[in-house]
């Protein structure tokens, strides 16, 4: 525990101006950011008496070992800065709130020439119109099934789309008046995208002029005499409305707002947001964190409203949001919201009316939130903490293992061999601390030399990184005396390696290292240690897991002991009868088939088994696919998809000239020599067969069937 005296700044060193602050462990990784409107007067609060600072204050700057800052103009660009940062470094004692679920949106990919509309999630993309979120996407799927009556707009993926435009033949849904299917020609492309904008202008709340439009058609073909189409038009108003319906009105004078509600006590807080849009709520979503730093109701409705539209660009962010509380600074938030809207947004509390009526609404599901929240985590927690304990009795361990690392190998007869890394803490799955790895040091199948492979590398990027950190003693063996030697460097073959862990066999010079670096920037252990970000390998495990019985546990300790390392324990669960096998021991470790210790460590050895064979299939998947242009130096994905885009196969591709290759906007004279090279000398491979139907397929989209 450090003494904040210690690295306290002298008050004539910190400026009184705005900026952000970032302290630090004694590691140099960033554990807490904060912004201030005068930084002296902030920082000084940290280093008063520790008597008298919150607990989890004191905690803090406990654990910290530095503080440095950065001079701001503006509170606004403070805000920025401090958003940019927590994102950035992770730090562990800020409130960072999280979904309790992947919400789904109803998107319209306005991006393509022939707009679809679809249930998305994730991350948002540019030129994609998003509705939402929902609660479940079956209700999108309800309401885009009323929709599609009147707005027959694309709905299903572009291998269908490019199978229907190949064939001549629409699908299903063009047959029975769901699509206007663009793919055979029935409507031209701007006809499409025109229905396109019609749809979206109708869920963003313009809806009572298409419902008239229909009443006044249907109308006069009574009057005409047309009844059937009369009819069809009286079915297309109603869908409308029954679509209306699934939102109700609860802002008579269509209102677009946000209104976010926060339901807290003494450890956590619940946030809910409902997004209305044309006085009707379209969405609804809700967060549940920790409160690992010493905050209040305005400091929790800050930080919602940076994680609810730090990446929100136009009519993304509302002209009105409704809060419990204003922020510290309103004005800057305010500012800061209408930078990203491109207008002016209110940031207010509701006083009275329909809008105060909502924002107790909003409240009432906060608290049911908390409240469920906290039931499901207490029944959790207790399962968990008595599995942790049954495992570290049945082990003979010291203490329970608050992270465990589960390690599994998958191949096919041989081919594609794979390892996965999985970690749990505290019982719970970690998934931004999973690894993959490719296993290069031999060839064929064999399971003992893939572990003892995939367990030296772990440990070696863990020592090396101790050793960076100055933590290197901590790891000494008792009985070692002397300097450690350093851990061996990774041989030639590991030199480089993906984002997720897993090693490449020759990157291309657009392949990022592990860290995110481009391939002629520093490495990860050579000039970044002080970027603050916490370390992919550098956290130990209180327990290995292996998939497998003796070979595999006495292959994984012996790579842990050929690197020194004796304070972590192993063990491996074979999958025949479930035995928990430890090294040196004739006979396995049996656990009641009831014990929630065994549950547990079914539940890591099967995570690791599927996370080792979802990457085993999709790097089989990938070599099948392969295509001669991926060896071509130089050529990036986008100019691939380019080559194949403007010439349609890579069999047309190869028949083509150089100046005909050199037509494709972004390929020059020399990358077209290199391509027309390059498939010359690959020989075409024999045509894949359909088995089910006897047809030959083509060489296309850049993949060999081969």
Known sequence: MADPSSYRPKPGQIPDSPGVYKFRDEYRRVIYVGKAKNLRQRLANYFQDLAGLHPRTRTMVTTAASVEWTVVSTEVEALQLEYSWIKEYDPRFNVKYRDDKSYPYLAVTLNEEFPRVQVMRGAKRKGVRYFGPYGHAWAIRETVDLMLRVFPVRTCSAGVFKNADRSGRPCLLGYIGKCSAPCVGRVTPQEHRDLAEDFCDFMAGRTG??????????????????????????????????????????????????????????????VQIFHVRGGRVRGQRGWVTDKVEAVDTAGLVEHALQQLYGEETGDSVPKEVLVPALPDVPEAVSQWLADRRGSHVSLRIPQRGDKKDLMGTVQRNAQQALALHKTKRASDLTTRSRALEEIAEALGLGSAPLRVECFDISHLQGDDVVASMVVFEDGLARKSEYRRFQIKGFEGQDDVRSMHEVIGRRFKRYLQEKERTGEWEEIRSPGVTGPVPAPDTAPAAEASHSRDGSRQDEPRQDQPHEDGSPQDGPREDESREDDGRPKRFAYPPQLVVVDGGQPQVAAAKRA???????????????????????????????????????????????????????????????????????????????????????????????????????????????????????????????????????????????????
């Not at 409305?241 to 707002?257: C, G, N, P, Q, Y």
Request: glycine share 6%; proline share 4%; with cysteine.
């Open 209 to 270: 002029t298409y419902i008239r439009r229909l009443e006044k058609d249907m109308t006069r073909a009574a009057e005409d005499m047309e009844y059937e189409r009369a009819a069809r038009l009286r079915d297309d108003a109603e869908a409308l409305r029954r679509a209306m319906e699934k939102s109700a009105v609860v802002l008579a004078d269509a209102t677009d707002a946000d209104l976010i509600a926060v339901a807290e006590d003494e450890l956590e807080a619940a």
């Open 560 to 706: 842990l002991d050929e690197l020194g390392i004796d304070d972590i324990a192993v063990c491996g669960l074979a999958k025949r009868l479930e035995e928990v096998w430890l090294p040196d021991e004739d006979d396995p470790v049996v656990l009641p088939r009831s014990s929630e210790g065994l549950y547990l460590l079914q539940r890591i050895r099967d995570e690791a088994h599927r996370f080792a064979i979802t990457y085993q299939r999709a790097k089989r998947a990938k070599r099948v696919r392969s295509s001669p242009l991926d060896d071509i130096a130089g050529l990036g994905e986008t100019r691939k998809q380019a080559l194949i885009k403007h010439f349609g196969s890579v069999r047309k591709l190869r028949q083509a000239t150089i100046d005909e290759i050199c037509e494709v906007p972004g390929i020059g004279r020399r990358t077209a020599e290199s391509v027309a090279v390059a498939l010359a000398g690959a020989a075409p491979p024999a045509p894949a067969v359909n088995t089910a139907t006897g047809e030959i397929i083509d060489e296309d989209d850049g993949g060999s069937t081969s």
